[in-house]
């Protein structure tokens, strides 16, 4: 399975961007999917997943509930993030992962395959 994120840029406070994740390969609905985020000198952390198996549940961290949509386009094999509001504190390189169980999860160690990441500038 490969990953490739893009749809990343430079934008202004309140904008909004729209990333996506194109998975190729041996890929499948049934593998859930989720989107992390690293800024410099921090830590990776969770932004928001998806869970496969055609459920479409959703997880998000508190810190973009409300202004982030993930979704998933399963026929074209492509997992979105849409982000809303966009703030300075969102600056970073954004990597989407895929997950084999199926189950939408925080831990980035439940992710077995990940795509290189999109930078997203945030200026206030």
């Given at each position: 399975v490969q990953l490739q994120a893009s749809g990343g840029g430079l934008v202004q406070a309140g904008a909004s961007l729209r990333l996506s994740c194109a998975a190729s390969g041996r890929t499948s609905s049934r593998y859930a999917?989720?989107?992390?985020?690293?800024?410099?000198?921090?830590?990776r952390e969770f932004v928001a997943a998806i869970a496969g198996w055609g459920g479409g549940s959703t997880l998000q961290a508190d810190s973009v509930k409300g202004r982030f949509t993930i979704s998933r386009d399963n026929a074209k094999?492509?997992?979105?993030?849409?982000?809303n509001s966009?703030?300075?504190?969102?600056?970073?390189?954004?990597?989407?992962?895929?997950a084999l169980d199926g189950l939408e999860s925080r831990a980035a160690r439940r992710y077995n395959y990940w795509?290189?990441?999109?930078?997203?500038?945030v200026s206030s």
């Open positions: 999917m989720g989107w992390f985020r690293q800024a410099p000198e921090k830590e094999n492509t997992l979105y993030l849409q982000m966009l703030k300075p504190e969102d600056t970073a390189i954004y990597s989407c992962a895929l795509g290189q990441g999109t930078q997203v500038t």
